[in-house]
């Protein structure tokens, strides 16, 4: 005789994603894996003495979240700083800044994060002389949303070594004014990674972004306690949106092992892979070490077999990679990140060694320069289910959209970075594209239209791990005219991207994404029925229960 189940779920108004069990109300769990979904009266049969019964309330039980795009160890890290979203204005940013300076005198730096490209002023970004009026007695340096541009002040400067210029990776800029120094403005990882060595976690949240390599001095017991702590607050921070897996976007081993150990103490609240992340810099034979973390970590919790590169950088840096000059500029076409050589030697190299490829992939110039290595590594190794992803696809020329589905490449999307997804200001991104790219910026629906799989993440930290508005983003995106085109998704595309073709993209849609008997036990119940709210109300609904692996990681009190 079957034991009794763990917990069951009833009067739920359940989305499955598995025809076998569309219109069921309730399902039971027991151990790792859903034993079985039905009517209420066929669960509850399998209740014994200690079974935790659950009743939905008639709201929606579904598949926990995936969130295919993240940075979880800067996520994490970043929850404890500044965050000045929303901050607009000098005087703003000043009374924002000297509070949080009082409250951590502690620091080497002073870290704030969100600071919009348009924080100080419309047309320009701000200077170190500004923010030393901010902060005028000790080092204070922010972050863009977008995570590509630092502006630090001059004490921030000095501290890191690089007030008067210094070595930078392809396609990073320390930007330098007339006077022979720096102007505050650091472009790209390879510019700004000397200012959050200075950082409350020694830059290494954010090692295997900038170098891919373990941090360097390795770290001691203390910084590994202090990091796991970290990882802690950022994955309870996670399960609290319903959140049951994520999917890094920057790796090495020591991420691995930190979760790994978490694994063993207990304190892991969500299944994590990690990439390897190759840099321009990079001789193809580190790939060796891509490898052996695919080998090395295999487990349902955590694991490899991706290798993350950068094409390009972002619109309003001007960074990201376009087929013509921006449109206040003659000759700036954006800064290629590998060449086109090595690029394209990579993803063969890559593709040939069976692990999947992801690009952070952003200019119209950026995506076909993808598309064009993706389709070089299948005309050298031949045609296999890959799943190579491109990241962002912020704008497109018309005639590489159809080329994803071709390829069998996909695309990761994330609503609430478009414009219209109602988080970024509405007039940022459109000022950096000449009006004929508009109609094929974050093309989403034509994404969809042409076959391509399409996929849906935050990038958190870039933005909000928080699923709803992000959810909102891309089912009530707003209205900014007859420029751009819609690209309104509807719900259940919106919640099947967040969940089945998650698991899907990381070769996994055997074991999650769907509910049906015999599939790992990751669910989400929520305060309201999906169905029934309004998308510019679905913010409304929020994770009330938050199941991964068998195990409770979130209720809501």
Same mark, same amino acid.
């Given at each position: 005789?079957?034991?009794?189940?763990?917990?069951?779920?009833?009067?739920?108004? /359940? *989305?499955?994603?598995?025809?076998?069990?569309?219109?069921?109300?309730a399902l039971?769990?027991?151990?790792?894996?859903? %034993?079985?979904?039905?009517?209420?009266?066929?669960?509850?049969? #399998?209740?014994?003495?200690?079974?935790?019964?659950i009743?939905?309330?008639l709201?929606?039980?579904?598949?926990?979240?995936?969130?295919?795009?993240?940075?979880?160890?800067?996520?994490?890290?970043?929850?404890?700083? !500044?965050?000045?979203?929303? =901050?607009?204005g &000098?005087?703003?940013?000043?009374?924002?800044?000297?509070?949080y300076?009082d409250?951590?005198?502690?620091?080497?730096i002073?870290f704030?994060?969100?600071?919009?490209?348009? *924080?100080?002023?419309?047309?320009?970004?701000?200077?170190?002389?500004?923010l030393?009026? =901010?902060c005028?007695?000790?080092?204070?340096?922010?972050?863009?949303?977008d995570?590509?541009t630092?502006?630090?002040? +001059?004490?921030?400067?000095?501290r890191a070594g690089i007030?008067?210029?210094?070595?930078?990776?392809?396609?990073?800029?320390?930007?330098?004014?007339?006077d022979?120094?720096?102007?505050?403005?650091?472009?790209?990882p390879?510019a700004?990674?000397?200012?959050?060595a200075?950082t409350?976690?020694g830059?290494?949240?954010?090692?295997?972004?900038?170098s891919?390599?373990?941090?360097?001095p @390795?770290?001691? %017991?203390?910084?590994? %306690?202090r990091?796991? %702590?970290?990882l802690?607050r950022?994955?309870?921070?996670?399960?609290?949106?319903?959140?049951?897996? #994520?999917?890094?976007?920057?790796?090495?081993?020591?991420?691995?092992?930190?979760?790994?150990?978490?694994? +063993?103490?207990?304190t892991?609240?969500?299944?994590?892979?990690?990439?390897?992340? #190759?840099?321009?810099?990079?001789? !193809?034979?580190?790939?060796?070490?891509?490898? +052996?973390?695919?080998? +090395?970590?295999t487990?349902?919790?955590?694991y490899?077999?991706?290798?993350?590169?950068?094409?390009?950088?972002?619109?309003?840096g001007?960074?990201?990679?376009? /087929?013509?000059?921006y449109?206040?500029?003659?000759? @700036?076409?954006?800064?290629?990140?590998?060449?086109?050589?090595?690029?394209n030697?990579?993803?063969?190299a890559?593709d040939?060694?069976?692990?999947?490829?992801?690009?952070?992939?952003?200019?119209?110039?950026?995506v076909?320069?993808?598309?064009?290595?993706?389709?070089t590594?299948?005309?050298?190794?031949?045609?296999?289910?890959?799943?190579?992803?491109?990241?962002?696809?912020?704008?497109?020329?018309p005639?590489d959209? $159809?080329?994803?589905?071709?390829?069998?490449?996909?695309a990761?999307?994330?609503?609430?970075?478009?414009?219209?997804g109602?988080?970024?200001?509405?007039?940022?991104v459109?000022?950096y594209?000449?009006?004929h790219q508009?109609?094929?910026?974050y093309?989403?629906?034509?994404?969809?239209?042409?076959?391509?799989?399409?996929i849906?993440?935050t990038?958190w930290p870039?933005?909000?791990?928080?699923?709803?508005?992000? *959810?909102?983003?891309? *089912?009530?995106?707003?209205?900014?005219? $007859?420029?751009?085109?819609?690209?309104?998704?509807? !719900?259940m595309? @919106?919640l099947?991207?967040?969940?089945?073709?998650?698991?899907? =993209?990381e070769?996994r849609?055997h074991?999650?994404?769907? /509910?049906?008997?015999?599939?790992?036990?990751?669910v989400?119940? &929520?305060?309201h029925?999906?169905?029934?709210l309004?998308?510019?109300?679905? @913010?409304?609904?929020?994770?009330? /229960?938050?199941?991964?692996n068998g195990?409770i990681?979130?209720?809501?009190?």
């Amino acid at each position: 005789m079957d034991l009794p189940a763990d917990i069951i779920i009833v009067n739920g108004s /359940l *989305i499955t994603f598995d025809p076998a069990t569309e219109g069921a109300s309730a399902l039971a769990i027991r151990g790792e894996k859903i %034993a079985a979904i039905g009517s209420d009266a066929q669960m509850r049969v #399998l209740a014994g003495p200690d079974t935790r019964i659950i009743d939905a309330g008639l709201a929606t039980v579904m598949p926990g979240f995936i969130d295919s795009h993240v940075h979880l160890f800067c996520g994490s890290v970043e929850l404890g700083y !500044l965050d000045l979203h929303g =901050v607009t204005g &000098l005087a703003a940013l000043k009374a924002a800044v000297a509070p949080y300076s009082d409250e951590t005198p502690e620091d080497a730096i002073l870290f704030a994060v969100q600071a919009d490209y348009a *924080i100080l002023h419309a047309d320009k970004t701000p200077t170190r002389q500004e923010l030393d009026s =901010v902060c005028p007695d000790r080092p204070f340096a922010m972050f863009a949303p977008d995570h590509h541009t630092v502006w630090a002040n +001059t004490a921030a400067l000095e501290r890191a070594g690089i007030l008067h210029g210094g070595e930078t990776a392809a396609g990073c800029d320390i930007v330098m004014g007339d006077d022979g120094l720096a102007t505050g403005e650091l472009r790209e990882p390879g510019a700004y990674a000397a200012v959050l060595a200075l950082t409350r976690h020694g830059g290494r949240d954010l090692a295997g972004l900038i170098s891919g390599k373990d941090p360097v001095p @390795t770290p001691n %017991a203390t910084d590994r %306690a202090r990091d796991k %702590a970290a990882l802690a607050r950022g994955m309870h921070h996670c399960a609290a949106q319903g959140i049951t897996g #994520l999917q890094c976007m920057d790796g090495n081993f020591y991420q691995l092992e930190l979760l790994s150990e978490m694994e +063993t103490e207990g304190t892991l609240l969500c299944r994590i892979s990690v990439p390897f992340h #190759l840099r321009p810099e990079d001789p !193809l034979d580190r790939l060796s070490e891509a490898a +052996t973390m695919a080998r +090395t970590y295999t487990g349902d919790m955590v694991y490899s077999g991706t290798v993350k590169m950068f094409v390009d950088g972002v619109i309003e840096g001007r960074t990201a990679l376009m /087929l013509q000059p921006y449109p206040d500029t003659t000759d @700036t076409y954006g800064d290629p990140v590998f060449s086109a050589d090595h690029f394209n030697a990579a993803c063969t190299a890559i593709d040939a060694m069976g692990l999947q490829i992801a690009v952070h992939a952003i200019g119209d110039a950026g995506v076909r320069r993808t598309l064009d290595a993706y389709q070089t590594a299948r005309e050298t190794n031949g045609a296999r289910d890959s799943r190579h992803r491109i990241e962002h696809l912020e704008t497109m020329h018309p005639d590489d959209i $159809p080329r994803l589905a071709s390829l069998g490449a996909v695309a990761s999307i994330q609503p609430g970075h478009a414009p219209f997804g109602g988080i970024f200001p509405a007039g940022g991104v459109g000022k950096y594209l000449h009006p004929h790219q508009i109609p094929h910026a974050y093309p989403w629906t034509q994404l969809r239209d042409s076959g391509a799989a399409v996929i849906f993440s935050t990038d958190w930290p870039v933005i909000g791990v928080d699923v709803m508005t992000n *959810i909102k983003a891309a *089912i009530a995106p707003l209205d900014l005219g $007859p420029d751009w085109v819609d690209q309104t998704q509807s !719900l259940m595309q @919106t919640l099947a991207s967040y969940t089945r073709d998650n698991a899907w =993209v990381e070769f996994r849609d055997h074991q999650k994404g769907r /509910l049906a008997p015999g599939m790992l036990a990751d669910v989400v119940l &929520l305060s309201h029925d999906l169905t029934r709210l309004a998308p510019a109300q679905i @913010t409304e609904a929020s994770a009330q /229960l938050t199941i991964c692996n068998g195990r409770i990681t979130y209720q809501a009190q």
